[in-house]
Structures are given as C-alpha cells and as structure tokens.
C-alpha cells in the first residue's frame, strides 16, 4: 500500500522554462509535506516543506503547491537550470499531538528530472 | 558546521554474516533516523531514535537494531544478511525529530553502500 505517489518516472524541460513535478497522497492523517532532491551516491538534500494548514510555500526558484482535497501536491522549478537534473522525493509525515512518528518519513518513488541546456 | 556523517560508505558482505553502520548527527541534534533505499521498494524508514531510545519503528524483521550513544551518535545492526539486504542505507538527522524540524527537513548523510554477495 503505497501512501506517497509520484507517478510519473521521469520528467524532461528545457533550461529556463518551469518544471512541475507531481505527487499523490492517499492519508489525510499527513500534516507535513516535503521535497528532496538526489543526486547519484548521495544522500537527499532537502528542498522545501508545506504544512497542511497552508496551500503553497516558496523558496527562491521552489514553489511547492498543495491541494488537500485532491491529496496532491506539486513543486514548481522555475526557471529550470541544468544543475537542476536530478531525482526528486516527495515525503510526507503524519504528526499530531500524540504523534509516535517522529523522525519517519514516508516517501515516494521519485522522478527523475532531466533539464537540457 | 559538519553535516551528517556515515561510515563507511561502501561495504561488501558474505550472506550470513553481519554488518554494522555508523551514523554521526549534526552537533546538537539528538533524533537520528535510518533509512533503506534499494531500487524495488524505495526509501522505507527503518527506526528513529532519541536521547539513546529508540521511538518509532517501522516494517523490518528483527534482523535490523540499532542503538543511539550519549554524544548522538548511532549505529545499525544487520544480523544473519541476506541478498534482499543489499540497499543504499541513510541516516538522517534532527534537533528532536518533531513536527517543528519539518520545516526545515531531516539532514540526510551520504549513505552506506551494502552489498551483500
């Protein structure tokens, strides 16, 4: 039972022009939403977070959008540099008062992000 | 300041045998959380601890333990490996591990490289 989708593999954008990058969620129980980036032999790189309690976030480049009744969410790139190239994870957490799921993150399968100078 | 620190980042294993990983947080976070990633089933938590106790687990055989230190650092333990095993294993770390840290994301390590043959 996958709770974090992103269903699309991979993703191809010429430099300068926006990336939109999708995920799906199935628990509503998720208050935190997150976007890593990964490069090849390293570790995910944390990109930005939404809570629940908000529709969209933005970090210079990053805007992550959230629509809670559809369980989706998107992080737009924009502009897309070729440094850019890179698998993206979508996370989310379930947290709540009485949370006994600190430090877990559930993730998707990732998309793989080609920007082409 | 130091980013997350994993050792060593590449290991090969006979079946059977054990392994195991070390993970040094961020100085000053206590929540250390472990990660395995192999190409079928994605990035699945393992189990987060804090303050030297192990809070949150996830869907792993008892094979899999690990322990956290007084000074924050962690280790993992694999027992009796089996092929199966073989993934890129990541630490992360938090100041607690809460819903607050979430806003800045969990600092992953670069990982250790299993391979079990």
């Known amino acids: 039972d996958q709770q974090v989708k992103q269903n699309s593999p991979s993703l191809s954008v010429q430099e300068g022009r926006i990336s939109i990058l999708n995920c799906d969620y199935t628990?509503?129980?998720?208050?935190?939403f997150l976007w890593y980036k990964k490069y090849p032999a390293e570790g995910p790189t944390f990109l930005i977070s939404?809570?629940?309690?908000?529709d969209k976030n933005e970090d210079g480049r990053f805007t992550v959008f959230l629509n809670k009744s559809a369980k989706h969410l998107s992080l737009h790139i924009v502009p897309s540099q070729p440094g850019d190239s890179a698998v993206y994870f979508c996370?989310?957490?379930?947290?709540?008062?009485?949370?006994?799921?600190?430090?877990?993150?559930?993730f998707g399968q990732g998309t793989t992000l080609q920007v082409k100078p | 300041k130091a980013g997350v620190t994993q050792t060593p980042r590449y290991l090969i294993k006979t079946r059977g045998q054990q392994v195991t990983l070390s993970c040094s947080p961020i100085?000053?976070?206590?929540?250390v959380s472990w990660y395995q990633q192999t190409p079928g089933q994605g990035l699945q938590f393992l189990f987060e601890?804090?303050?030297?106790?192990?809070?949150n687990k996830g869907n792993f055989p008892g094979r899999f333990s690990g322990r956290q230190f007084s000074n924050s650092r962690s280790e993992m333990n694999v027992s009796t490996l089996e092929l199966g095993d073989s993934a890129l294993y990541l630490c992360?770390?938090?100041?607690?591990?809460?819903?607050?840290?979430?806003?800045?994301?969990?600092?992953f390590g670069s990982g250790t490289r299993l391979t079990v043959v």
């Open positions: 992360a770390s938090s100041s607690v591990g809460g819903r607050y840290d979430l806003n800045y994301g969990y600092t």
């Open positions: 628990n509503s129980m998720f208050d935190y």
């Open positions: 939404i809570s629940s309690i908000k």
């Open positions: 996370a989310a957490s379930r947290g709540g008062v009485y949370s006994s799921n600190t430090g877990k993150l559930i």
């Open positions: 100085s000053g976070h206590r929540s």
């Open positions: 601890y804090f303050s030297e106790t192990q809070r």
